[in-house]
């Protein structure tokens, strides 16, 4: 789900109540990441870091092979560092070309907060996101859904 928001301050709050909602296991979020448009320029802030994940996850396995061959510390570094690399090239989330296409549609100041999770508790999700508003310019939601969506952050009832 793409949402659009006047001013990146209100995405930034949107993807916090969503952070939040995850500890509550409201929602399951796979990447959220903030787009905005500064003057013509594009700017992903993304929640997840695959590169700091990489690398604290091959410290650990170095570390431990490290273990195993009497150099933990040496282990660790380049554990760190390959993790790091592969961490980088890893694409996993919401495709980078998409964030910039809708980049590049959003007003200079504007910003959109991007989602890729799911719920099974859709209404309540719903109710903590509808007073920032928000236009929808795509979504992967069905069509019911989408309308739905979109009704509640316009503050209208959706239709039956």
């Not at 700017?43 to 092979?65: C, D, F, P, V």
């Not at 961490?87 to 910003?111: C, H, I, W």
């Amino acid at each position: 789900v793409a949402v659009a928001y006047p001013d990146a301050a209100t995405a930034e709050k949107v993807r916090q109540e969503l952070m939040e909602m995850t500890k509550e296991h409201l929602v399951r979020l796979e990447d959220a990441v903030v787009v905005t448009n500064e003057d013509g320029k594009i700017k992903l802030n993304q929640a997840m870091s695959t590169t700091g994940a990489g690398a604290a996850g091959g410290a650990l396995w170095g570390g431990l092979i490290g273990l195993i061959f009497l150099a933990p510390l040496l282990g660790m570094a380049v554990g760190a560092a390959s993790g790091a690399i592969g961490g980088k090239m890893a694409d996993v989330g919401v495709d980078d070309n998409f964030m910039k296409d809708l980049g590049t549609r959003l007003q200079p100041g504007s910003a959109a907060l991007i989602v890729l999770g799911s719920t099974d508790a859709r209404d309540k999700v719903i109710e903590r996101v509808r007073p920032y508003g928000g236009e929808v310019p795509q979504t992967s939601l069905s069509t019911e859904a989408e309308e739905h969506l979109r009704a509640a952050l316009a503050g209208t009832p959706a239709s039956a």
